[in-house]
């Protein structure tokens, strides 16, 4: 599976399985939907393309949204995002999403630090994918930070902020911390019942096992 590519949709992927391919390879603990953030920086922070802006900046981005070649392109974006303005930010974010497809960690984090997204959406986005990120360089508590950061960003959208609280959950589970894990899967049971409806996994089992587990420590 690619980092990028996982075979299931967050909610749909046991926890446990998540958990024990990261214990066998790090790369292989992109939890909750890389993908859909992804997505959403890309969809999204079109609406940042400033018509007023660095008008080299706007030049460059538009070759390389055209750019057939993926290294001319990615070379076109990183001129882009030197340049500043909104298009600027626009192609950070599109730095960072190419740079954590190659596995280039810290390389991405560098651009989606410097990414600045005024939509909400967008920004959640730039934050889930920078907790990724992290989660490979398996510095865990910077990847918390950054999906609290995606949820405060989101402002309690029905469908990003479940997707961050069950990184999170399978994060505090590698962690040992179940009472966070259960934690964090209450919150989606009680506050966004339409998601836990929506998706194919039984999230209550996973928070009573995370219960559990608690007790018997």
């Given at each position: 599976m690619e980092n990028n590519k996982p075979a299931q949709s967050p909610a749909e992927q046991p926890a446990e399985d998540i958990m024990a391919k990261a214990q066998a390879n790090k790369k292989l603990i992109t939890i909750a939907g890389v993908v859909i953030a992804a997505i959403v920086v890309v969809a999204l922070v079109w609406i940042f393309v400033s018509q007023n802006g660095n008008r080299k900046a706007d030049e460059l981005i538009a070759k390389a949204d055209l750019e057939q070649n993926d290294s001319i392109a990615t070379k076109l974006y990183a001129e882009a995002a030197e340049a500043g303005f909104k298009s600027g930010n626009r192609a950070k974010a599109e730095m960072g999403i190419r740079l954590y497809k190659e596995g280039k960690y810290q390389d991405a984090i560098k651009y989606l630090d410097d990414a600045s997204l005024g939509d909400e959406i967008a920004a959640a986005g730039v934050e889930a994918l920078k907790g990724d990120c992290y989660v490979n360089?398996?510095?865990?508590?910077?990847?918390?930070?950054?999906?609290?950061?995606?949820?405060?960003?989101?402002?309690?959208?029905?469908?990003?902020?479940?997707?961050?609280?069950?990184?999170?959950?399978?994060?505090?589970?590698?962690?040992?911390?179940?009472?966070?894990?259960?934690?964090?899967?209450?919150?989606?049971?009680?506050?966004?019942?339409?998601?836990?409806?929506?998706?194919?996994?039984?999230?209550?089992?996973?928070?009573?096992?995370?219960?559990?587990?608690?007790?018997?420590?």
């Amino acid at each position: 599976m690619e980092n990028n590519k996982p075979a299931q949709s967050p909610a749909e992927q046991p926890a446990e399985d998540i958990m024990a391919k990261a214990q066998a390879n790090k790369k292989l603990i992109t939890i909750a939907g890389v993908v859909i953030a992804a997505i959403v920086v890309v969809a999204l922070v079109w609406i940042f393309v400033s018509q007023n802006g660095n008008r080299k900046a706007d030049e460059l981005i538009a070759k390389a949204d055209l750019e057939q070649n993926d290294s001319i392109a990615t070379k076109l974006y990183a001129e882009a995002a030197e340049a500043g303005f909104k298009s600027g930010n626009r192609a950070k974010a599109e730095m960072g999403i190419r740079l954590y497809k190659e596995g280039k960690y810290q390389d991405a984090i560098k651009y989606l630090d410097d990414a600045s997204l005024g939509d909400e959406i967008a920004a959640a986005g730039v934050e889930a994918l920078k907790g990724d990120c992290y989660v490979n360089l398996d510095q865990y508590d910077k990847a918390l930070g950054c999906y609290d950061d995606a949820i405060s960003a989101a402002d309690k959208n029905p469908q990003i902020v479940p997707l961050m609280l069950i990184k999170k959950a399978n994060i505090y589970r590698a962690q040992g911390n179940f009472a966070a894990e259960a934690k964090a899967y209450k919150e989606i049971i009680d506050e966004y019942p339409s998601y836990v409806q929506s998706t194919q996994t039984d999230l209550r089992k996973y928070y009573e096992r995370a219960q559990a587990a608690a007790a018997q420590k």
